[in-house]
């Protein structure tokens, strides 16, 4: 806790990630002074605050864990926070970063660091409440600053935060934005996410004509293998789809089983719908 302010005092810490979950803080543009207004921000380096081991109300993560330095880091950011909050896909389920679980660790390294030996990294990629309890996940990649502004002011005021799971096909109705899996005119441009996928982004992509890369993580309630199979019908082969399903929440246990469904397929190239779990 801050001892110099009584404000609730506010950390935002990176780890294995590209930065974008926290520009949402500085793309809040003059939202950002009002919210310094209301808490004291003590760490967030992208602002040009450094205290990464002062105990706060609130800590914000964004990035996956990917190191044995990382697993000491969260686990004493855990210990120095009321509330810890993971913001974005690589934080809620380790994001496109997951991918490389899906390859030879050490393969991988080899391929990509001609000395791989002085890299120190983990053999996988993890979200961060594979290490330390998460009281609430921002999904997103990036998360958008009008989930944050939601999530805050709920904070401060004492009530519990409202997060989205609606299906993003429900944004794209309330933004009167045309279904792409209707009007695509090839594969690529049909097998849209949407229907599997949470809203918060605004329909970013579906309003630009393209489909639904699943930033967002899982909707309530998804059906990813009627999904998927709609994508055959499009054209899509097994490969593709197991691929589009994988691309940005490869971690996710839903999304690795339907995956494995139609990977399975393409080695032993039998019917599918009438056999899935």
Same mark, same amino acid.
């Not at 205290?51 to 990382?70: H, N, R």
């Not at 913001?87 to 390859?103: D, V």
């Given at each position: ?155 401060? $005021? #004492? /009530?519990?935060? %409202?997060?989205?799971?609606?299906? @993003? *096909?429900?944004?794209?109705? +309330?933004?009167?934005?045309? &279904? ?12 849209? $996410? #949407? /229907?599997?996928? %949470?809203?918060?982004?605004?329909? @970013? *992509?579906?309003?630009?004509? +393209?489909?639904?890369?699943? &930033? ?12 998927? $199979? ?48």
């Amino acid at each position: 806790m801050s001892t110099t302010s009584s404000k609730p005092s506010v950390a935002v810490h990176k780890f294995a990630s590209c930065d974008g979950c926290q520009l949402a803080f500085l793309n809040m543009g003059t939202d950002l002074l009002d919210l310094a207004e209301l808490v004291d921000i003590v760490h967030f380096v992208e602002a040009g605050l450094v205290a990464p081991e002062q105990a706060v109300d609130i800590a914000f993560i964004e990035g996956s864990v990917s190191t044995e330095e990382d697993i000491e880091r969260i686990q004493l950011i855990r210990k120095n926070s009321k509330l810890l909050i993971s913001i974005g896909a690589c934080a809620t389920s380790a994001g496109l970063q997951a991918l490389r679980n899906l390859a030879d660790g050490d393969q991988w390294l080899a391929d990509m660091y001609p000395q791989p030996q002085f890299i120190q990294s983990l053999k996988s990629t993890e979200p961060i409440k594979a290490h330390v309890k998460v009281d609430y996940e921002l999904w997103g990649c990036p998360i958008s600053p009008g989930q944050l502004k939601q999530l805050i002011k709920s904070l401060l $005021l #004492g /009530a519990q935060p %409202a997060l989205e799971k609606d299906k @993003l *096909c429900l944004e794209c109705k +309330r933004h009167q934005v045309v &279904c792409t899996l209707v009007t695509g005119q090839n594969p690529a441009q049909r097998s849209c $996410l #949407g /229907a599997v996928t %949470a809203t918060g982004c605004g329909a @970013l *992509c579906p309003s630009a004509g +393209r489909a639904c890369y699943g &930033c967002y993580g899982l909707s309530d309630n998804p059906n990813p293998h009627a999904l998927a $199979l709609r994508f055959e019908g499009f054209g899509l082969v097994d490969s593709e789809i197991a691929q589009r399903l994988l691309m940005i929440h490869s971690n996710e246990v839903i999304n690795q089983q339907e995956a494995k469904y139609w990977s399975d397929a393409v080695e032993n190239q039998t019917g599918k719908g009438n056999s899935h779990d």
